[in-house]
């Protein structure tokens, strides 16, 4: 595999249920991204992390809780989501370095319906 | 606050004819801007930015800060052009990239 690798691709969950979404960058990055994409909204940051460190939350709800264990490896834990969390969540990384931060690269996406 | 705008969700073109995506953004700091494109079936990916000030595929845009606006042209747009357009803007050093609502573009034969 190479590039940005994100499973699953589609995912259906009732409100109450918590399910991962995981992201896997096979590019030697040390950044890594989460964007919400929905049908009335640009692409939305949501998290950021550096060198495993989170740098950015966007007023995310506590529903969405990231994980970087690794700087290859990023997921989105969801738990009690509303409908209206229904989504395509894109991954992405980039390689930053002391000239700022680099090109983002980014996944397929993981296509969420909340019922 | 960083804010894009791309006025145009849909523009429509015929094969040959000249294209101009336009995209105007509101940031009080020292401006990165790229185009992001998105080919149907594939991954969104990096088209140019403006750092760079090469032309992609024979697109160019040339950030006019006087004017805040960062668009993008091609003088003769071919059929594979078709895709989904989005301008971004980050500040220097600043991983919080922010897109626009993003244009699709369809060029016709």
């Known amino acids: 595999e190479t590039g940005v690798t994100q499973t699953p691709r589609h995912l259906v969950m009732g409100m109450t249920n918590k399910k991962s979404l995981k992201c896997e960058q096979h590019?030697?990055?040390?950044?890594m991204y989460w964007y919400k994409q929905s049908a009335k909204k640009p692409l939305e940051l949501m998290f950021v992390?550096?060198?495993?460190?989170?740098?950015e939350n966007n007023s995310v709800p506590s529903r969405f809780s990231p994980e970087c264990p690794n700087s290859s490896h990023l997921f989105l834990h969801l738990h009690t989501l509303q409908p209206e969390d229904s989504a395509l969540y894109l991954c992405?990384?980039?390689?930053?370095?002391?000239?700022?931060?680099?090109?983002?690269?980014f996944g397929e996406g993981s296509r969420l319906t909340v019922l | 606050a960083q804010r894009v705008t791309q006025p145009e969700k849909l523009l429509s073109v015929f094969k040959g004819a000249p294209v101009e995506l336009k995209c105007n953004y509101s940031?009080?700091?020292?401006?990165?801007l790229f185009w992001y494109v998105q080919y149907s079936r594939q991954r969104l990916q990096l088209l140019l930015r403006?750092?760079s000030r090469e032309s992609i595929k024979g697109f160019t845009a040339d950030l006019n800060k006087g004017e805040t606006s960062f668009h993008l042209k091609k003088p003769f747009a071919q059929e594979e052009d078709s895709a989904m357009y989005y301008c971004?803007?980050?500040?220097?050093?600043?991983?919080?990239?922010?897109f626009g609502a993003g244009t699709r573009l369809t060029v016709k034969p």
């Open positions: 992405a990384s980039s390689q930053d370095g002391a000239g700022g931060p680099g090109e983002l690269f």
């Open positions: 590019l030697g990055h040390n950044a």
């Open positions: 992390y550096n060198f495993k460190e989170q740098t």
């Open positions: 940031y009080s700091g020292s401006p990165e």
């Open positions: 403006h750092i």
């Open positions: 971004a803007l980050r500040g220097y050093n600043n991983n919080d990239m922010r």
